[in-house]
């Protein structure tokens, strides 16, 4: 069956989940957060599987092939025509595999929305989210080690969406609303 893909991109901070979740409600497409698919997936029991939770709490990249394992499985056992990915693909390779991936089984990447925030406000907002979240990996060091990630692995994905043609770049640092309402003007 065929599907449309949206991706979601930004820094830690910069809203990009709150926006996709919402995009996804007004396209009706579905929203699939690779973090949460892994969060849930950490919380088995099996030996296998606990690795994945020790390279969540340090900030580090899950494994590519677990990760692609579980998107795929998901993917090919759900009937919706659209999906809003928020934090994947998160390097090259990643990237480079599910554009093999969806080629193969003609399917779109559509869009791609980058949400611009500046690193200073994007700490800010963070340290607000340390003190109220209880998710294992909110601690400064496996947040530094997330943007560090972000600049190094996935920002130099954007000059690729921009060869593809498929680049939005949004400004992120204005009210949920006012994002929201640009991005759904642009789809
Ligand atoms: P954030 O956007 O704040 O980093 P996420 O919930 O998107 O939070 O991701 C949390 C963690 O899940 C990441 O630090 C990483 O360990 C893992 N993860 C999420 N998406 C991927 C991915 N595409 N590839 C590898 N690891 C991932």
Redesign the pocket.
Known sequence: MYKNFIFVLGP?GSGKSTQAQKLAVYLNYRFI????M??SLAQKSSQSVKKVAE??KK????P?EI?EEVLHTELEKSDEKGFIL?????SIS?LQNFLAYISEKKWKLEQVFYLKVSEDECLERIQGRIKEEKRP?ETVTAIKK?LEIFQNETKPLLKEYYKLGVLQEVDGQRSVEEIQKDLRGRV
């Open positions: 830690q957060s690779t973090g949460e892994l969060r390279f969540m900030g580090e990249l899950v590519i990760v928020d934090g994947y693909p998160r990643q990996d997330r």
